[in-house]
Nanobody, 115 residues
Framework: QVQLVESGGGLVQPGGSLGLSCAAS????????MAWYRQAPGKQREFVAT???????NYADSVKGRFTISRDNAKNTVFLQMNSLKPEDTAVYYCNAVFQSTRYWGQGTQVTVSS
């Protein structure tokens, strides 16, 4: 059974930091590109960051320089370190795994940036 389980969300003040984790199981994690997406209230889900099996990374312009995606293939886990958080980063953050035409999603974790 495929599972992507996000954790680490919560409430943080503007300018603060938060780290998300996504634990994967039920598929060959190391061959999948892993990514984070987010969806704010009333908005469409949007791409945040990705890290391929080869280590290539790409970020949305809105998070570049503030967020860092990493992965630990030995632990089947992908991370998102978020620094200098802004209120507009408030959203549900989703973990995503892609290999060719196969795509998996996690259930999401809420991140709220507010004073």
């Amino acid at each position: 059974q495929v599972q992507l389980v996000e954790s680490g969300g919560g409430l943080v003040q503007p300018g603060g930091s938060l780290g998300l984790s996504c634990a994967a199981s039920g598929f060959s994690f190391s061959i999948y590109a892993m990514a984070w997406y987010r969806q704010a209230p009333g908005k469409q889900r949007e791409f945040v960051a990705t890290r391929t099996k080869g280590g290539f990374t790409n970020y949305a312009d809105s998070v570049k320089g503030r967020f860092t995606i990493s992965r630990d293939n030995a632990k089947n886990t992908v991370f998102l370190q978020m620094n200098s958080l802004k209120p507009e980063d408030t959203a549900v953050y989703y973990c995503n795994a892609v290999f060719q035409s196969t795509r998996y999603w996690g259930q999401g974790t809420q991140v709220t940036v507010s004073s």
